[in-house]
């Protein structure tokens, strides 16, 4: 059973994909890039999502967003952040 932070992170990366994709679809272990998106895109996704998620941006190293690769990725390193205060 996908977490709540995996539940918005799919929708909202269904929502960042040109055409949108089916939400349940999206295999979570795929490369961003392979589902079709783009840098600027992934951006805006993490943007989108940490806005959803009240992670403060802050907390994202270079690092951390080099290494979300795949949704599986994003959620664990948005995990860690959700919930911490600025």
Request: hydrophobic share 45%; charged share 25%.
């Given at each position: 059973?996908?977490s709540?932070?995996?539940?918005?992170?799919?929708?909202?990366?269904?929502?960042?994909?040109?055409?949108?994709?089916?939400?349940?679809?999206?295999?979570?272990?795929?490369?961003?890039t392979?589902h079709?998106l783009t840098?600027l895109?992934?951006?805006l996704?993490l943007t989108?999502l940490?806005e959803?998620l009240?992670?403060?941006?802050?907390?994202?190293?270079?690092r951390?967003v080099a290494?979300?690769?795949?949704?599986?990725?994003?959620?664990?390193?948005?995990?860690?952040?959700?919930?911490?205060?600025?």
């Amino acid at each position: 059973m996908p977490s709540d932070i995996e539940t918005i992170a799919r929708e909202n990366l269904s929502a960042a994909l040109q055409p949108a994709a089916d939400p349940h679809g999206i295999d979570p272990d795929v490369a961003l890039t392979d589902h079709g998106l783009t840098s600027l895109q992934k951006v805006l996704f993490l943007t989108r999502l940490c806005e959803d998620l009240a992670v403060d941006l802050a907390h994202l190293t270079e690092r951390d967003v080099a290494e979300m690769r795949t949704l599986h990725d994003v959620v664990d390193t948005l995990s860690r952040y959700a919930g911490k205060a600025a």
